[in-house]
């Protein structure tokens, strides 16, 4: 089974610091998404990466960026936490075949005060 | 652009079947998943169905595709209390090229003993 482990279940932190959202898959694959769901919203796009140092802006990238050092890992970085960015974090990962279905993690719910 | 639309409640009694609604955008070419998002979890990948299928059937999962209206619909036979969450359909247009998924804003199914 695909395991994609997301570091935090819960964070708290405050507006204006510097948030670091941890994710790693452990099935080698290329693609790896953060997207951000609030109620009525569904989810939406952050950034993806297809390729290690490679990346992509999704729908909703502004005041988020994002690195992948290591094909297994994807970090999503709030730059200066604002109170708008309290929202459930969503990590997911898929193969590079168009046919696959993404895997997702549990989720990190932050809370900025 | 693309856009994926569900209702945004349902309610059953524990034994009825439940049926779960979906329009998505038009492409000859697409895959449409559903989810499942139970509380404080992130998503379950349930089934997936690709646009020149009519139907996909997995034990108590009936996934029906009308493509002439664009309509896509998650039947759950027996529901049970556990089947109480939140279902996402999401929609991958290989059109577009677009890796990742765009999802609907999700429907809550509620089951009443």
């Known amino acids: 089974d695909v395991k994609v482990t997301q570091s935090s279940r819960y964070l708290v932190k405050r507006t204006g610091e510097k948030v670091f959202l941890e994710c790693v898959q452990d099935?080698?694959?290329?693609?790896m998404f953060w997207y951000r769901q609030d109620p009525g919203l569904g989810l939406r796009l952050i950034y993806f990466?297809?390729?290690?140092?490679?990346?992509e802006k999704g729908d909703i990238p502004e005041g988020y960026s994002v690195s992948r050092e290591k094909k297994e890992r994807f970090s999503l970085i709030l730059e200066s936490a604002s109170t708008n960015q309290t929202s459930m974090y969503l990590c997911a990962s898929s193969t590079g075949f168009s046919n696959q279905p993404q895997h997702f993690g549990d989720g990190t719910r932050l809370s900025i005060l | 652009g693309e856009d994926v639309e569900q209702s945004l409640f349902l309610s059953v009694r524990e034994g009825d079947s439940s049926v779960i609604n979906c329009t998505y955008t038009?492409?000859?070419?697409?895959?449409l998943y559903w989810y499942k998002q139970e509380p404080g979890a992130g998503l379950q990948l349930l089934t997936y169905i690709f646009s020149n299928m009519d139907m996909k059937q997995d034990q108590r999962l009936t996934v029906l595709l009308n493509k002439k209206d664009k309509h896509l619909s998650l039947r759950i036979a027996d529901t049970q209390t556990g089947d109480s969450a939140i279902y996402f359909c999401a929609e991958k247009d290989l059109d577009t090229g677009r890796r990742a998924l765009t999802f609907g804003s999700g429907t809550r199914l509620q089951v009443q003993p």
């Open positions: 990466s297809y390729d290690v140092k490679m990346k």
């Open positions: 038009d492409s000859s070419s697409t895959y």
């Open positions: 099935m080698d694959h290329e693609n």
